[in-house]
């Protein structure tokens, strides 16, 4: 069982940046992909990035790329969203989550373990 919780969510005005972190407890980490995922408001949930166990490759969505990096410290169990120049459109509940998988995976269903999710709110 593993145990995630996100933070570093906020209102931030729009062209500034966050950086989210969640934060792993109950089993390494290592030995799996992660990733993000956002909800907005009346919308699915949509893939935002993912990192392999070793932190080595990545991919993001069309949307997210150039803006949104994604990183992972193994020894402190903990992944990282770093979201700069932030507009009102990437206002979301943002979650993380465990593979099931080592390799990187864009589906919610090869996911295992959810976060609760951090809210980033951007004004304009």
């Known amino acids: 069982q593993v145990q995630l919780v996100e933070s570093g969510g906020g209102l931030v005005q729009a062209g500034g940046s966050l950086r989210l972190s969640c934060a792993a407890s109950?089993?390494?980490?290592?030995?799996?992909?992660m990733g993000w995922f956002r909800q907005a408001p009346g919308k699915e949930q949509e893939f935002v990035a993912a990192?392999?166990?070793?932190?080595?490759?990545?991919e993001y969505a069309d949307s997210m790329k150039g803006r949104f990096t994604t990183s992972r410290d193994n020894a402190k169990n903990t992944l990282y969203l770093q979201i700069d120049s932030l507009k009102p459109e990437n206002t979301a509940v943002y979650y993380c989550?465990?593979?099931?998988?080592?390799?990187?995976?864009?589906?919610?269903?090869?996911?295992?373990?959810w976060g609760q999710g951090t809210q980033v709110t951007v004004s304009s």
């Open positions: 990192i392999d166990r070793n932190g080595r490759n990545t």
């Open positions: 989550a465990v593979s099931r998988s080592i390799f990187i995976r864009l589906g919610k269903s090869d996911y295992e373990y």
């Open positions: 109950g089993r390494t980490i290592s030995n799996y992909a």
